[in-house]
Every structure is written in C-alpha cells, then in structure tokens.
C-alpha cells in the first residue's frame, strides 16, 4: 500500500513536521510535551493490534499479546500523566496586571 | 470498509500533529492533548474493523485477547497514570515511553517469527527472511526491533535509577567497551535474520539488544537522566514509525516519526539547558563522580537571618523573585511559597518565579510542580527573560536551589560547574536563602554565593520557614 518512493515522501515530510512543531516551544513545557509526545507514540498500539490479530501460532499470540499489553500502556499512561500536567497550568485571574508574559 | 479505516487513520494522524501543535503554547496545551487522544480513540477502534484481523484464522480468540490485554494494559496505566506523583513523573514517562518500544520490539518479533517460520517451510528450503518480507520491510523491521527494544529496556534502568530502585553507575569495567562490542556484536546477528530463516538467530538478537539497552543507560548519570529519557522517547518514536512500514500502517508511519523528530529536537533543546552535549551525556556520564570532590573551603561567613525579618523585608519590597530548586519540592513547600506570594502581590509587591531549565529533574518539571500548587505561568520566567531583572529586585529568594545561583559557575574556571548559565540572583539587593543546613549542593561545589554581603540565611526546613514567612508577612 505504501511503498517505495511514496514512502520516502512521507518520512521525509513527517521528519519536517516534527522538527517545526517543536522548535518554538518554551521551556516551560518541556515536561508535558515530552509527555504528550510520548503519548503520540502510543499509536504503537494499532499495529500491535494488528499484530496479535494475525498471529497464528501460540508463540505468536504471546508475544502478540505482549504487545498490546505495552502498547495500551503507553497510550492510556502518555494520555492520563499529560492530561494531568497540562491541566495544572492555569493563567493569572487578573489579567490587569501588566504581569503578562 | 479499507477506505473507511484508512480515513479514519489520516484523522489521526493529522489530530496527533495539530495537538502536538497546540501543546508547544500554554494557552491551547490542554486542548492539543484532547485532541491528539480524540485522534487516538479513533484509530483504535477503526483497528478493530480491520480486514487483516477479521479475516484470519483464529478471528475470535484473537479479537478476545486483544480486548484482555488492552484492558489490563491500559488498566494498570490509567491507574498508575492517575496516582503518580508530580514529583515522580520523569520515571513514569520513561516507563510508559519503553512499553511503547517494547511493544514495537514486540510487533517486529511477530512479523520476523512468521517470515522465518514461511522461509523454512518454502518449497526451496532455503529462502530467507528478506526474501519473505522483501528487502524494504526486513531492513525497517529489524532496524524498528533494535531501537524498539533497547528504548524498552534503557527506559525501565531510566526508571529504576530515578525511581531510587538502582544507584550503581558502572556494571563492568570498561563498561564503553564492552557496550561498543555488544553494539558490534547485536548488529551482526541483525544481518543474521536477514540472510537466515533461523528462529534461534532471532532470539539471540532480541536478548543481545536488551543487554545492550541496560548496558548503555546504566553508566548514566541522575542529572542527565531527562536527556536520556527524551532521547528513548525519540528513538521509540522512530521504531514505531518503522514498524509502521511493515505494517503498510499510514497512521504509525506519520505519528511514529514525527515524533522521532520532534523528539531529537527537544533532546537537544533539554541538553542545551543543561549545558551538556548528548554524546557527552553518554560517553562521559561517569566523570560526575570525579568532578564532585573539589569544594576549597568556605571564605567568609554566611549570615543568618530569622523569618521575621525576612517576611518583612519582603513584605517592602518592590519586587521579590522566588527561586524554587527541587528542594522546594521535596519537602512539599510550593504551596505555601504560593500562599506567601498571594499575601506578598495583596501588599502590592511585585513577585516572580524564575526556573532554570534544569530546576526540577527534568527541563519543565519546576513549571508542573508549581502549577500543581496554582501559580499561574505567566507569573514564571525564564532564565533568559528575568536574568536582566535582578537589577531592579529588592528580594530574591532562593529555596531549595543551590548550583543553579552558584557565581562560579561564571567566575571560576576551575570550578565544575563554570560555563553552565546561572540565575544571576547575586544581582538583587538582597539574597534570602532557605536552606536546611550548611552543606553543598547536588554537585558538592562550594557555593559563593551564600558568603556574598548582600546574602542572608535563612535555615530550617523549605515548608516550615515558608510558614514562617507568611506569619510574618500577615502580621504587618
């Protein structure tokens, strides 16, 4: 389905994609969007998904099994840890400061 | 019904790069992680519809097994996810970051498994893997199953070190070595599967990597764990990228490296802050031993001060900058330093954090323990945006930090620290310290800056004396 020179497009553009999104982000949120990050990753728990689907022999199934075992770790635990953070962070209620950033 | 799933995996896709997006500014943070999880509820549900499920052999059995183990996976995370301390989040990103490589080894063992299986049971006997998978999928697969895997047990010795589980930093002497042979030596029985059907070349290999990720991350020293960890969180992006090829999966491939390269970025980034380069990050972890017995003696004497005059001090000020180190967060102080500075800003005084990039155990971390207690960030600065600011503050209070106002940093180049960027606290017109005892800090380098004239002490623990701060400063 994806092959060949179409690939590389795609690498290459995902590569370009990733390197913008980040190169302007504040100290501030290096925690949460390495955390956010990690969680995007998690998508790993679709081609396990995959995985264990196709698997035909016992040892297959384990370590198919396996898989979705870590990969709906990494989903579920990027999301709940990121969500946690990010909710924390808040903006002053008195907006009339001048304390703006 | 293919279109259907591939449509709903380009969604994803392009969920995870806008949330991604929205992550990198305060204002939408939230938001993005909301839709990146939208995009991710999405695709796996549409994985369910999948034809390469629905039409093997053992569909039943395997959509059941699926759904167990996305229950206790996702089971046991949520609730770790949930009960996590903000103070201990680092070790759970690594955690949940090598699950994500582990299950990328994983998926590329399956693959290699069935095409060594395939290649001895061929009509020629001695067909290969490559010749199974084809030479692309074979090399992509392998290369996803080495980084997936030493991201996968590199993350957990991430884990165990800054979880406290694992102190030692050397395994064997000449640990670089011996790590460089292993490199060798795991590489070779990757080209192994590839010109093999051997299912033992395979084992072989998946423990090779695994030794090889502990070997390389045990060396590693604390302070540089979030390099390290930021890196797996890299490198575990690219083998699910890669495994997304295999899989002829659009979604995997695009998440997958754009994380890859996102990541590097921000390794880089952190490594930065932390005026370390990543390759010295791994090649001279050890040297932080070393560098830690210089500390030449105290020159002058520290002044104390008691809480009482400090709160009043700062109740005049005209502008007051907290300095909050990881010992703030220890010993549990960030709220009450939030009480202070609500009764500071209600006297009219101006108050400001300012972090540095390695306050915390990791570049950020300082910005989510305080957020936790309800400061605002745009109460937060930089290094960069408030150093030009000490000039013009009356109090800055420093609690719970040590190296990271340390002048010698600047002034003394035989001193470890010299060339990493400071806070230029000693610029204030007065420096109150909170500090437990007369020691040194992380490193064990002498700070000047407690001796300077306009430093006062103020000793105890980082919660009491901010209790003490706020009796005092009410009491005006």
């Known amino acids: 389905m994806i092959e060949g020179l179409a690939a590389i497009y795609i690498f290459m553009l995902a590569g370009f994609t990733g390197y913008e999104i980040i190169s302007k982000v504040p100290v501030i949120l290096h925690t949460p969007l390495m955390s956010g990050s990690n969680f995007v990753h998690g998508i790993v728990l679709v081609g396990a998904m995959v995985a264990l689907g196709i698997a035909e022999t016992t040892a297959e199934q384990v370590i198919g099994f396996i898989a979705v075992l870590l990969g709906a770790g990494n989903a579920v635990g990027g999301y709940v840890v990121t969500e946690r953070m990010l909710e924390m962070f808040r903006p002053s209620e008195k907006k009339t400061e001048g304390e703006g950033s | ?325 990881y010992g703030m967060a220890v010993a549990q102080a960030q709220h009450k330093i939030w009480e202070l500075t609500q009764i500071l800003t209600e006297k009219g005084v101006s108050v400001k954090f300012a972090i540095h990039p390695v306050a915390g155990r990791m570049p950020g971390h300082m910005n989510v323990l305080l957020a936790e207690a309800g400061v605002p960030y745009d109460m937060i600065y930089d290094m960069e945006d408030i150093n030009a600011d000490f000039k013009n503050t009356t109090v800055a209070l420093v609690i719970g930090a040590n190296d990271v106002v340390n002048p010698s940093a600047k002034s003394d180049s035989s001193s470890p620290l010299f060339g990493m960027p400071i806070l230029d606290a000693i610029d204030s017109d007065n420096v109150i310290v909170i500090k437990r005892g007369r020691g040194t800090g992380f490193s064990g380098v002498e700070n000047p800056l407690f001796f300077a004239d306009n430093t006062k002490m103020l000793f105890g623990d980082g919660q009491k004396a901010a209790n003490e701060l706020i009796q005092a400063a009410k009491e005006l």
Not at chain 2, 255 to 273: N, R
Request: zero cysteines.
């Open chain 2, 1 to 325: 019904m293919e279109t259907l799933i591939q449509a709903a995996y380009l969604i994803a896709a392009a969920l995870f790069i806008l949330g991604l997006k929205q992550m990198s500014s305060p204002v939408t943070a939230r938001r993005g992680i909301l839709w990146a999880g939208a995009g991710m509820v999405l695709a796996t549900l549409a994985t369910f519809l999948s034809p390469q499920i629905i039409e093997s052999d053992q569909v039943s059995i395997n959509i059941m097994l699926i759904i167990i183990a996305i229950a206790l996976g996702g089971g046991y995370a949520w609730y770790s996810g949930k009960k996590v301390a903000m103070t201990d989040m680092p070790q759970m990103i690594a955690m949940y970051n090598g699950m994500g490589g582990g299950a990328a080894a994983a998926i590329a063992a399956v693959e290699l498994l069935k095409a060594s299986n395939e290649a001895a049971h061929d009509v020629t006997g001695s067909s290969t893997v490559a010749d199974m998978l084809g030479a692309d999928v074979a090399i992509l697969g392998i290369l996803g199953a080495i980084i997936g895997t030493i991201s996968f047990s590199g993350s957990i010795i991430a884990w165990a070190k800054l979880d406290g589980r694992l102190n030692r930093s050397k395994l064997l002497p000449a640990q670089h070595i011996v790590n460089a042979l292993l490199a060798i030596v795991t590489v070779g029985f990757a080209g192994a599967i590839y010109f093999t059907n051997s299912i033992d070349t395979i084992i072989v290999f998946y423990l090779l990597a695994l030794v090889l990720g502990i070997f390389i991350t045990v060396p590693v020293g604390g302070a540089d764990m979030p390099v390290i960890i930021s890196l797996f969180n890299a490198l575990t992006g690219l083998a699910v990228g890669f495994e997304g090829y295999v899989l002829g999966n659009a979604a995997m491939i695009i998440a997958g490296i754009v994380v890859g390269s996102a990541g590097s970025l921000l390794t880089q980034l952190m490594a930065k802050a932390m005026n370390r380069s990543v390759a010295n990050v791994f090649f001279a972890g050890v040297g932080t031993d070393a560098a830690a017995t210089s500390g030449d003696g105290s020159e002058g004497v520290m002044k104390e001060i008691q809480a009482q005059d400090a709160g009043i001090l700062m109740s005049f000020a005209s502008q007051v900058v907290i300095i909050p180190g």
